[in-house]
């Protein structure tokens, strides 16, 4: 059971990022999932989910509006489209599933 | 929402010694199913997140038996019965009962006195 994610990287204030989770180990398509970020030198939060099938979608007051959450079941990927950056979205970002070792993260580094 | 607050915020133990890590929820984190989505993680330095503890009691699979959760309602507590050198990192508490959002405590930093 894997998941590694990848994306992440440096944007100015209002820019885009899409990060990716790609899951290999485990049958993907019957995990719901989440995103959770870390700033630095911070907590947990979660930021959005996703249900096994894509239908049910809910995200954190934080992002909502901004960010999307989306998954492609065929290519055992998940994904998190990032819109109107601001510097308070600079974290790790992680991909979750109930029970799944949490990956290594991606660096998202909003900044001017 | 919820909020979970943990205490203390930081913990400095002596190295074969228990520790006990406080977790309370701003409401009953029993679900209308019956189950209380409770969990805890650990987060050693440097590295990411690892459930040890899921639905207040079970631990995850690899998860040594000197991690205990315990609790109920409001209150839950995960126990190291002899802390280990590898023990030392940030633990947290996290709710799925009443969500979205899930919601996690602020972390309780366990270290080596």
């Not at chain 1, 820019?15 to 911070?42: E, H, I, T």
């Not at chain 1, 799944?100 to 993260?105: D, I, K, R, S, T």
């Not at chain 2, 839950?76 to 030392?88: G, H, N, P, Y």
Request: aromatic share 10%; net charge neutral; hydrophobic share 30%.
């Amino acid at each position: 059971e894997q998941l590694v994610e990848s994306g992440g990287g440096l944007v100015q204030p209002g820019g885009s990022l899409r990060l990716s989770c790609a899951a290999s180990g485990f049958a993907f398509s019957s995990y719901d999932m989440n995103w959770v970020r870390q700033a630095p030198g911070k907590g947990l939060e979660w930021l959005s989910y996703i249900s096994s099938s894509g239908s049910t979608i809910y995200y954190a007051d934080s992002v909502k509006g901004r960010f999307t959450i989306s998954r492609d079941n065929a290519k055992n990927s998940l994904y998190l489209q990032m819109n109107s950056l601001r510097v308070e979205d600079t974290a790790i970002y992680y991909c979750s599933g109930p029970g799944l070792p949490w990956g290594q993260g991606t660096l998202v580094t909003v900044s001017s | 929402d919820v909020v979970m607050t943990q205490s203390p915020l930081s913990l400095p133990v002596t190295l074969g010694q228990p520790a006990s890590l406080s977790c309370r929820s701003s409401q009953s984190l029993v679900h209308s199913d019956g189950n209380t989505y409770l969990n805890w993680f650990q987060q050693r330095p440097g590295r990411s997140p690892r459930r040890l503890i899921y639905q207040v009691s079970n631990r995850d699979s690899g998860v040594p038996d000197r991690f205990s959760g315990s609790g109920s309602g409001t209150d839950f507590t995960l126990k190291i019965s002899r802390v280990e050198a590898e023990d030392v990192g940030v633990y947290y508490c996290m709710q799925a009962t009443h969500w979205p959002p899930i919601t996690f405590g602020q972390g309780t930093r366990l270290e080596i006195k």
